[in-house]
């Protein structure tokens, strides 16, 4: 049974930052697509970075520069560092894994429970 758990999230000011955890088990992070992503009430969720072990990092481009995904595959966990953390940030953040990436949360079978992420001005 795969079971992601999601932490880290919490309120923080604007140039903040935060670092969240996704734990991982049933399934090994060396060989799955691992990725965040994030939702605000009433719209997509859309994704904000993903990272597989025989590619590089991919990210959304709002998040580019200010966010860095990485896996420590010994602990099975994902992380996701976020600096000069913005309010446009505030959102509901889920980890998610695939066998290969893809850009569709459609293509994710396996969520995590989300953590909050509230960014004030």
């Known amino acids: 049974q795969v079971r992601l758990v999601e932490s880290g999230g919490g309120s923080v000011q604007a140039g903040g930052s935060l670092r969240l955890s996704c734990a991982a088990s049933?399934?090994?992070?060396?060989?799955?697509?691992m990725g965040w992503f994030r939702q605000v009430p009433g719209k997509d969720r859309e994704l904000v970075a993903q990272?597989?072990?025989?590619?590089?990092?991919a990210y959304a481009d709002s998040v580019k520069g200010r966010f860095t995904i990485s896996k420590d595959n010994a602990k099975n966990t994902l992380y996701l560092q976020m600096d000069s953390l913005e309010p446009e940030d505030t959102a509901m953040y889920y980890c998610?894994?695939?066998?290969?990436?893809?850009?569709?949360?459609?293509?994710?079978?396996?969520w995590g429970q989300g953590t909050q992420v509230t960014v004030s001005s």
């Open positions: 998610a894994a695939r066998w290969s990436c893809g850009s569709s949360p459609a293509d994710f079978p396996y």
């Open positions: 990272t597989a072990s025989a590619s590089r990092p």
């Open positions: 049933g399934l090994a992070t060396s060989a799955y697509c």
